[in-house]
């Protein structure tokens, strides 16, 4: 069965930080990408972070630089490792495989979500 299981997702104060954890499905090897993206109540969903079969990565610029983005291909399992947390990234993270993985719109297969809030 294809999937894609998120956690890691808590509640923390700025300038914390946080891992989350995709566990992905031997079908997800066969994406071009994986990527995370989030989603604030009220807000769209907006792509994070993205890294493809090369690991490549793209950052949006609101994570460049605190948030990284990397993949255990052997354990077929994504990360995103977020630093230096802010209240601005509290949200819905959500991890995703597809052929473009820096929009929606090229996304293949979803998570269900975890919960990330960030307390000033």
């Known amino acids: 069965q294809v999937q894609l299981v998120e956690s890691g997702g808590d509640s923390v104060t700025a300038g914390g930080s946080l891992r989350l954890s995709c566990a992905a499905s031997a079908a997800s090897r066969y994406a071009t990408c994986m990527g995370w993206f989030r989603q604030a109540p009220g807000k769209e969903r907006e792509a994070v972070a993205s890294?493809?079969?090369?690991?490549?990565?793209t950052y949006s610029e609101s994570v460049k630089g605190r948030f990284t983005i990397s993949k255990e291909d052997n354990k077929d399992t994504l990360y995103l490792q977020m630093d230096s947390l802010k209240p601005e990234d509290t949200a819905s993270y959500y991890c995703?495989?597809?052929?473009?993985?820096?929009?929606?719109?090229?996304?293949?297969?979803w998570g269900q979500g975890t919960q990330v809030t960030v307390s000033s």
């Open positions: 995703a495989d597809g052929w473009v993985c820096t929009t929606s719109t090229g996304i293949g297969r």
């Open positions: 890294i493809d079969r090369a690991d490549k990565t």
